[in-house]
């Protein structure tokens, strides 16, 4: 199961290390989503982080820095929701619902499907899925391993993330929650999510 994690809309001190330090914990691949930023604010943060970590990283919004920065790739919101002409790399969707995940998941490695549950990060950002209807996703092949979950996602909901046949958990508060904590705590912590996946 894919473990990847969003970064906190905003930046703060010591955050490359804290994305390198998720890379070397486990998590497969960090979308780096800055909705409030700009281009070479995203720039500033890549330049600090090694060749290594930046081919893990999937940008929102600013796709112009996949190729000088060596990215994974991008991701599709409301904000840039088509692939340019010339590009051929990796590609992800935010779908809203089963619909959308039908409509958008064959183009794309993988999509997102937010909010499964009750948001971590976001006050009042609740569920828009009963447990009925993932079950029934699940059974028609809607949700598959192409299908990643998101929105509220913490470790103990992994195993029942992988009865649906999810093939990922996207973490961005519970993950992120952790840059607070001393690094012995955050090791810790990180290497529990990674146990669980």
């Not at 894919?2 to 930046?11: A, E, G, N, Q, S």
């Not at 500033?44 to 930046?54: C, K, N, Q, S």
């Not at 499907?113 to 569920?127: C, E, H, N, R």
């Not at 470790?155 to 990922?168: A, M, T, V």
Request: charged fraction near 25%; proline fraction near 5%; hydrophobic fraction near 40%.
């Amino acid at each position: 199961m894919l473990w990847i994690t969003i970064t906190r809309p905003d930046f703060f001190p010591g955050e490359s290390v804290f994305i390198s330090r998720l890379l070397a914990s486990g998590v497969d691949i960090v979308h780096l989503r800055k909705p409030g930023a700009t281009a070479a604010d995203c720039a500033r943060l890549l330049d600090e982080l090694p060749a290594d970590d930046r081919r893990r990283i999937v940008v929102h919004d600013f796709f112009e820095l996949v190729e000088p920065y060596g990215l994974r790739g991008i991701h599709l919101n409301a904000r840039r929701s088509t692939v340019p002409d010339d590009y051929k790399g990796h590609v992800s969707r935010s779908c809203h619902s089963l619909e959308e995940v039908k409509l958008y998941k064959a183009a794309c490695d993988y999509v997102f499907l937010s909010p499964i549950f009750d948001s971590v990060s976001k006050q009042g950002y609740a569920s828009a899925f009963t447990d009925e209807a993932l079950k029934q996703a699940s059974s028609e092949g809607i949700i598959d391993r192409k299908v990643v979950a998101l929105g509220g996602v913490t470790p103990d909901k992994i195993s029942y993330l992988r009865r649906l046949g999810f093939g990922g958990a996207a973490m961005l508060g519970c993950v992120n929650n952790l840059a607070v904590l001393p690094e012995k705590e955050q090791a810790e912590a990180l290497r529990n999510i990674s146990l669980r996946l």
